[in-house]
């Protein structure tokens, strides 16, 4: 006789199966939450040196050679002759002793001044101008041929025109300034309106949008990489033409500083304006770069 095995149904099972206390229900998220955190990242020491070392031993190396090269020179000054010297300087940069006999932290303040004053005009002058010449053809055949013309003209060779003009040395320097750094935001932005596609002006013309729409929904952002160039060119161009001009015109600013140290025989103050020329510049530059790529739409 064979006999018949009965298996428990599955609802059985889960009929006599202890149903789960809240303390059970509840330990498992909690256990989740109190999960230990993991290990934070170790930082990448070697990427940071391959950033940090090389530009450090670049500037030991010109230390070395200007150290072995004015070794037994009297009239050029070492490297530690040239740093007590700045030490000296650095220590009250902000004296004033009469108009002409300022620290060399007025000097260069006041030649940012004269920057900002001459690239602010250029820019508010030449992006719009850029963008109307990069917009219309006629304007384009009509100013191409003047600043081809005048671009290429040395910065000095303006001074003395605003000399006549503004008879005044300030005024003359911030017309050298504009004059000079103008034409690389012109040309700059002219020629990203003219390399957007034309495809997006089509649909802006099926669309019958205005010009200004056209200018800033379609053309702005399209040119914003063009223009930035443009504007980094012209600061440091502005910032190489103020030190020149303010040689030649005087008055307060880091060239007329130079130019005094010349005439009086300090060689080391000379070096330390060179060496604050360059870092002021290369802030500046640094300063744009991280504003373009802010601005920067790439991947």
Not at 132 to 152: E, H, K, Q, Y
Not at 222 to 244: D, E, F, H, N, Q
Not at 280 to 286: A, I, S, T, W
Request: aromatic share 10%; charged share 10%.
């Amino acid at each position: 006789m064979v006999s018949a095995v009965f298996h428990p149904s599955v609802a059985e099972h889960r009929a006599q199966a202890p149903a789960a206390t809240p303390a059970a229900a509840t330990a498992a998220p909690a256990a989740a939450v109190a999960a230990p955190p993991r290990p934070a990242a170790m930082p990448d020491w070697r990427g940071l040196a391959l950033k940090v070392l090389p530009p450090l031993f670049g500037i030991a190396l010109l230390v070395a050679i200007w150290a072995v090269a004015t070794a037994g020179s009297s009239s050029f000054p070492t490297p530690a002759a040239t740093f007590d010297s700045a030490v000296e300087v650095f220590s009250d940069p902000f004296y004033r002793n009469g108009p002409n006999d300022q620290g060399i932290g007025w000097n260069v303040l006041n030649s940012l001044q004269h920057v900002a004053l001459g690239f602010g005009l250029a820019a508010l002058a030449g992006i719009p101008l850029g963008f109307m010449i990069g917009r219309f053809a006629v304007l384009n055949r009509m100013l191409t041929p003047l600043i081809s013309l005048l671009r290429p003209v040395s910065p000095l060779a303006w001074l003395p025109i605003g000399l006549l003009v503004f008879q005044s040395a300030n005024p003359a320097a911030i017309w050298t300034i504009f004059i000079c750094s103008i034409w690389p935001m012109i040309i700059n932005t002219a020629v990203g309106v003219q390399r957007v596609p034309q495809d997006y002006l089509n649909v802006a013309r099926v669309l019958n949008l205005s010009e200004w729409k056209v200018i800033t929904r379609i053309l702005f952002p399209a040119v914003l990489p063009y223009m930035l160039t443009g504007v980094r060119l012209s600061v440091g161009t502005a910032w190489l033409v103020i030190v020149a001009a303010e040689m030649l015109t005087g008055g307060i600013g880091i060239g007329f500083w130079v130019w005094d140290e010349w005439n009086n025989l300090n060689v080391h103050h000379i070096l330390i304006a060179i060496f604050v020329i360059g870092i002021v510049g290369l802030l500046l530059e640094q300063a744009l770069v991280l504003v373009a790529r802010r601005f920067s739409f790439e991947d």
